[in-house]
C-alpha cells in the first residue's frame, strides 16, 4: 500500500490551534477532541486519500466528525 506525505501549511496549522483554544474556552477538553479527531482525519490521507469526496475540480473535502463546521480540503 502506498503511503502519501502530508504537508500542511503554516496557516492551516495557525487556523487548527485557534480552533482548538476556541473549542476549549466553550468546553473544558472540546479543544483535545477537535484536535485527536482532526489530526486522525489528516492521518488517514496517508493510506486512503479517496475516502475524500470530490467537491470541485481535484479538491476533496471532509467535513471533522462531530465538529461540522470544520472540513479538510485536499
Avoid at 7 to 24: G, K, R
Wanted: proline share 1%; net charge neutral; aromatic share 12%.
Amino acid at each position: 500500500m502506498i503511503k502519501y506525505k502530508i504537508q500542511i501549511d503554516e496557516e492551516v496549522l495557525s487556523d487548527i490551534q485557534e480552533a482548538t483554544d476556541w473549542y476549549n474556552e466553550q468546553l473544558q477538553g472540546l479543544g483535545s477532541r477537535f484536535l485527536k479527531q482532526t489530526k486522525s482525519q489528516i492521518n488517514s490521507l496517508k493510506t486512503d486519500p479517496e475516502i475524500f469526496t470530490n467537491r470541485y475540480a481535484n479538491v476533496r473535502c471532509m467535513l471533522i466528525k462531530s465538529f461540522h463546521s470544520w472540513f479538510i480540503i485536499s
